[in-house]
């Protein structure tokens, strides 16, 4: 539409509303936001948790990109308004998912609501809540791929393969929920503080309150994960221990960044 009505490719400046508006519409249908996001989380579903993993996290860094470097061309009122409502669908869809690939898919449309909320106040916030996405995200692809875990019934089945991992996991789920003194807490923190300081404090109560409808599922995986047990049958007294593999080292790195990263907050202030 930019090159049809102004005779140049550049992507960095837009010149008429229905460029910069056809432009973010196109990249949150790639990101999977609200109300594009109805492939995500069957596309997830259909695919191996390895697959999902990579469109969880590396499928995002184009889009991502270009939304950062289109970002004063783009409505305000548009980012916040798709932030939104990708926050509220991303609580809302996962309540009632058994799958494990579904909540994860309507996890990351939460996430990214949250990023274009704050995309058009502070590119430096939407990008640390980036990094801090990709590294949870690929923490608990790591823990579901180790243990095969595809519903939330095969997560009950955890401890028979670590007790160690399945602690993590439940503190890993607390962190992706938000709750301080984790690292996922950092990124909610700064865009609930950015968007009250541009006098939006609405649109941040909102967000707070969605936030408890994905805090919900959080907590309803760390109850089968970490405080429920399944029948003591047979076979799981000879399934103990993980052999390590190329996951093992990956789940480490990233489960530490993602539960302990909170302190280096006021160093990444300055």
Same mark, same amino acid.
């Given at each position: 539409?930019?090159?049809?009505?102004?005779?140049?490719?550049?992507?960095?400046?837009? /010149?008429?509303?229905?460029?910069?508006?056809? &432009?973010?519409?196109? #990249?949150?249908?790639? $990101?999977?936001?609200?109300?594009?996001?109805?492939? &995500?989380p069957?596309?997830?579903?259909?695919t191996?948790?390895?697959?999902?993993?990579?469109?969880?996290?590396?499928?995002? $860094?184009?889009?991502?990109?270009?939304?950062?470097?289109?970002?004063?061309? %783009?409505?305000t009122?548009?980012?916040?308004?798709?932030?939104?409502? /990708?926050?509220?669908?991303?609580?809302?869809?996962?309540?009632n998912? *058994?799958?494990?690939?579904?909540?994860?898919?309507?996890?990351?449309i939460?996430?990214?609501?949250?990023?274009?909320?704050?995309?058009?106040?502070?590119?430096?916030?939407?990008?640390?809540?980036?990094?801090?996405?990709?590294?949870?995200?690929?923490?608990?692809?790591?823990?579901l791929?180790?243990?095969?875990?595809?519903?939330?019934?095969?997560?009950?089945?955890?401890? *028979?393969?670590?007790?160690?991992?399945?602690?993590t %996991?439940?503190?890993?789920?607390?962190?992706?929920?938000?709750?301080?003194? $984790? *690292?996922?807490?950092?990124?909610?923190?700064?865009?609930?503080?950015?968007?009250?300081?541009?006098?939006? *404090?609405?649109?941040?109560?909102i967000?707070?309150?969605?936030?408890?409808?994905?805090?919900?599922?959080?907590?309803?995986?760390?109850?089968?994960?970490?405080?429920t #047990?399944?029948?003591?049958? $047979?076979?799981?007294?000879?399934?103990?221990?993980?052999?390590?593999? %190329?996951?093992?080292? &990956?789940? %480490?790195? /990233?489960? /530490?960044?993602?539960?302990?990263?909170?302190?280096?907050?006021? &160093?990444i202030?300055?």
């Amino acid at each position: 539409t930019n090159a049809w009505q102004m005779g140049t490719w550049d992507i960095i400046n837009f /010149s008429s509303t229905p460029s910069h508006i056809l &432009l973010t519409l196109a #990249l949150a249908m790639k $990101l999977g936001l609200a109300p594009m996001h109805f492939w &995500l989380p069957e596309v997830l579903q259909g695919t191996t948790l390895l697959t999902a993993l990579i469109i969880s996290t590396w499928q995002k $860094l184009a889009p991502l990109t270009l939304i950062y470097l289109t970002i004063n061309s %783009m409505s305000t009122t548009i980012l916040i308004t798709l932030g939104l409502l /990708s926050t509220l669908v991303g609580g809302w869809g996962g309540l009632n998912q *058994t799958q494990t690939r579904k909540i994860m898919a309507y996890s990351s449309i939460a996430h990214l609501g949250w990023m274009f909320s704050i995309a058009s106040i502070s590119t430096n916030i939407m990008i640390l809540n980036l990094i801090v996405y990709l590294t949870v995200t690929t923490a608990l692809f790591c823990f579901l791929i180790l243990t095969q875990s595809k519903t939330i019934q095969d997560t009950m089945m955890m401890w *028979t393969l670590s007790p160690t991992m399945t602690s993590t %996991m439940m503190i890993l789920l607390l962190s992706v929920g938000g709750l301080p003194p $984790l *690292t996922g807490f950092m990124p909610k923190w700064l865009i609930l503080d950015g968007l009250i300081t541009q006098n939006l *404090t609405q649109v941040a109560i909102i967000m707070a309150m969605a936030t408890l409808l994905s805090l919900f599922f959080y907590l309803r995986l760390t109850y089968t994960t970490a405080l429920t #047990l399944s029948p003591n049958m $047979l076979q799981t007294k000879f399934k103990w221990r993980l052999k390590p593999n %190329m996951f093992s080292s &990956l789940m %480490m790195t /990233s489960s /530490s960044l993602s539960i302990f990263f909170l302190p280096m907050l006021p &160093l990444i202030l300055l």
